[in-house]
């Protein structure tokens, strides 16, 4: 089981707007990070500290937060950001780290 | 850009000990905190602990009692020893570089993964 709970998968037409949550209590208190993660690839971080993107990610990449729900907000979907996606953050003790179970995104 | 490289056996016997080393090259291991996650085919991410370059360690309670992370600052290292393994501990396993503040914890560089099969 894991601290932190994401949507079901999800599927997006080309271009369109998509936003996928990340709930659980430790995120009233810390913030969320965001990994892309590709078939037989490595995860590689989008997001964190909530909406700060890493060197690279273009920019339809955002985040927000409200009460105990990060969520992820891909803008102007393309085609090569069908993936899996991954919330992370500390757990409520704020000494282990975990992660949610994933969301599928497809890109229709 | 820091690039980190997972190296071990990819068959262990089930009951024995897993042993992983990750190499970081294109930076220093030291004043950093590193980390280990792994993914079962088809599942998720888990993390399974963290470590910082003076040893100091943090472990998934999950897997506590059988764990061990360790540091080699001399070659840049830094390794996982899981005992007692099963088929449950079956996955693909990366090291990555943590960042660590207050507010939140994030995993900024990983390596490429190394797939580890518990199995006689």
């Known amino acids: 089981s894991s601290d932190l709970t994401q949507d079901p998968p999800v599927s997006v037409a080309l271009g369109q707007t998509v936003k996928i949550t990340c709930q659980g209590d430790?995120?009233?208190?810390?913030?969320a990070s965001w990994y892309q993660q590709k078939p037989g690839q490595a995860p590689v971080l989008v997001l964190y500290?909530?909406?700060n993107r890493p060197s690279g990610i273009p920019d339809r990449f955002s985040g927000s937060t409200s009460g105990n729900t990060a969520s992820l907000t891909i803008t102007g979907t393309r085609a090569e950001d069908e993936a899996d996606y991954y919330c992370?953050?500390?757990?409520?003790?704020?000494?282990?780290?975990?992660f949610g179970g994933g969301t599928k995104v497809t890109v229709l | 850009q820091v690039h980190l490289q997972e190296s071990g056996p990819g068959l262990v016997k089930p009951s024995e000990t897993l042993s992983l080393t990750c190499t970081v090259s294109?930076?220093?291991?030291?004043?950093?905190?590193w980390s280990w996650v792994r993914q079962p085919a088809g599942k998720g991410l888990e993390w399974i602990g963290r470590?910082?370059?003076?040893?100091?360690?943090n472990y998934n309670p999950s897997l506590k009692s059988r764990l061990t992370m360790s540091v080699d600052m001399s070659k840049n290292q830094f390794s996982l020893n899981l005992k007692s393994v099963t088929a449950a501990d079956t996955a693909i396993y990366y090291c990555?570089?943590?960042?660590?503040?207050?507010?939140?914890?994030?995993?900024?560089?990983w390596g490429q993964g190394i797939l580890v099969t518990v199995s006689a």
């Open positions: 990555a570089r943590c960042i660590a503040t207050a507010g939140n914890n994030w995993f900024d560089s």
């Open positions: 294109g930076g220093s291991i030291n004043k950093l905190y």
């Open positions: 470590l910082y370059s003076d040893g100091t360690t």
């Open positions: 430790s995120l009233r208190t810390y913030s």
């Open positions: 992370n953050s500390r757990d409520t003790t704020g000494y282990q780290v975990v």
């Open positions: 500290d909530t909406n």
